[in-house]
């Protein structure tokens, strides 16, 4: 199992920006999809966004067009650039990975390891 560990939350207003970060280390070479996702006050755990090795993204809808995920192998490392944030992104955001073969999936039990989360809170 690859341990993660994310950074780069905080606290920004409405329409601010957020880039979160990322980092695996352990049991890291087999890892094909690396996810963000994310867990409001009240809500379920959502999947935001995920990239395969390859590159191939999937975007949840409310994330796209805002949210941009990338991936660096050489770094072991996963980011998440966030734009246009709205009072609705508020949440702990999660980076997980997975060693699946297939199409990254934003379903969180597809996933095989998670970092603690970071905090992420957008005020009006």
């Known amino acids: 199992q690859a341990q993660l560990v994310e950074s780069g939350g905080g606290s920004v207003q409405a329409g601010g920006s957020l880039r979160l970060s990322c980092v695996a280390s352990g049991y890291i070479y087999s890892i094909n999809c690396m996810a963000w996702f994310r867990q409001a006050p009240g809500k379920e755990r959502e999947g935001v966004a995920a990239i395969g090795r390859d590159g191939r993204i999937r975007y949840a809808d409310p994330m796209k067009g805002r949210f941009t995920i990338d991936r660096d192998n050489a770094k072991n490392a996963l980011y998440l650039q966030m734009n246009s944030l709205k009072s609705e992104d508020t949440a702990i955001y999660y980076c997980?990975?997975?060693?699946?073969?297939?199409?990254?999936?934003?379903?969180?039990?597809?996933?095989?390891?998670w970092g603690e989360g970071t905090q992420v809170a957008v005020s009006s």
């Open positions: 997980a990975v997975s060693r699946s073969i297939y199409a990254c999936s934003l379903r969180a039990e597809t996933y095989d390891s």
